[in-house]
């Protein structure tokens, strides 16, 4: 066999093998997120259940409500947008093959836009409901997500993306 055919050959073979890593790295990040939603439906569970054995009500007024429905809609909006955004984004550097970045749309501002409106949502809920619980575990739902998975998430985002991301990490902030 000539040089040159065993050089196309070892080329061929680590691009397969960058396909295959790219494409088990795909699933780590959604896997990754997926979990950091689920524990703010945990929050909202476990505020409930903790509002129903010890009953905290600081926010009976009707005019919290109309605050929680507006969160709910804005979070909703930021959720919406962010993943809007983000399958553009993916159609134009699937069909361009352009270096297009990440700042497109809410990732313009924030690293995780679909967290923060997320985190909006469940708080408007929990204002909704007026469960005390449900607020502050919110919080510590938010927190915690913000400490573990989405560390987790920029950490699978730097190893498949590389410097691209680390600059648009090191541009765009976290959270507004």
């Not at 509002?51 to 930021?78: E, H, R, V, W």
């Not at 983000?86 to 809410?106: Q, T, V, W």
Request: aromatic share 16%; glycine share 6%.
């Amino acid at each position: 066999m000539s040089s040159d055919k065993i050089n196309s050959m070892k080329v061929e073979q680590e691009n397969n093998n960058l396909k295959q890593k790219i494409a088990s790295d795909k699933g780590k990040v959604h896997f990754v997120l997926s979990h950091s939603y689920l524990v703010f439906l945990f929050a909202v569970v476990f505020g409930v259940i903790f509002d129903m054995i010890i009953p905290l009500k600081f926010f009976s007024n009707n005019i919290f409500q109309y605050f929680g429905l507006t969160f709910i809609i804005i979070g909703t909006a930021i959720v919406y947008w962010a993943q809007t955004s983000s399958n553009i984004l993916k159609n134009k550097r699937d069909k361009e093959k352009l270096d297009l970045g990440f700042a497109y749309g809410p990732y313009k501002y924030s690293r995780s836009p679909t967290h923060l409106g997320l985190f909006i949502m469940t708080f408007g809920l929990a204002l909704i409901i007026n469960s005390t619980f449900t607020m502050l575990f919110t919080i510590l739902a938010y927190i915690l997500t913000k400490l573990i998975y989405l560390k987790r998430e920029e950490k699978l985002l730097e190893k498949k993306y590389g410097e691209e991301y680390c600059n648009y990490k090191n541009k765009t902030k976290s959270i507004l």
